[in-house]
Nanobody
Framework: QVQLLESGGGLVQAGGSLRLSCEASGSIPMRKVMGWYRQAPGKQRELVAVIFTGGVTNYADSVQGRFIISRDNADANMVHLQMNNLKPEDTAVYYC?????????????WGQGTQVTVSS
């Protein structure tokens, strides 16, 4: 089992910044992709940004150039999402995700979610 602990959500004005962090613990697979998804009220959960074990990253078009996902320098099982120039449409619950590669029978893991609210 893998546990994901998220931190860093909150309320910010448009144009501001927030940093989310996610730390994995437990039986962490060597090869994996970790990242962030978000879900706004009435909408489906969507990918925000992910980072693969080798360091390759992938971003949603809507956050490209504003958000940066990175792995912690001291803890390879912790990832950060630096969110800059936030917009009201970024308001959502943000979920940390860990997906083993290959995914296997245990499936993928989700954090409990952290609220990000951007006021106009």
């Amino acid at each position: 089992q893998v546990q994901l602990l998220e931190s860093g959500g909150g309320l910010v004005q448009a144009g501001g910044s927030l940093r989310l962090s996610c730390e994995a613990s437990g039986s962490i697979p060597m090869r994996k992709v970790m990242g962030w998804y978000r879900q706004a009220p009435g909408k489906q959960r969507e990918l925000v940004a992910v980072i693969f074990t080798g360091g390759v990253t992938n971003y949603a078009d809507s956050v490209q150039g504003r958000f940066i996902i990175s792995r912690d320098n001291a803890d390879a099982n912790m990832v950060h999402l630096q969110m800059n120039n936030l917009k009201p449409e970024d308001t959502a619950v943000y979920y940390c995700n860990l997906r083993p590669i290959p995914i296997g029978a245990q499936g993928e893991y989700w954090g409990q979610g952290t609220q990000v609210t951007v006021s106009s």
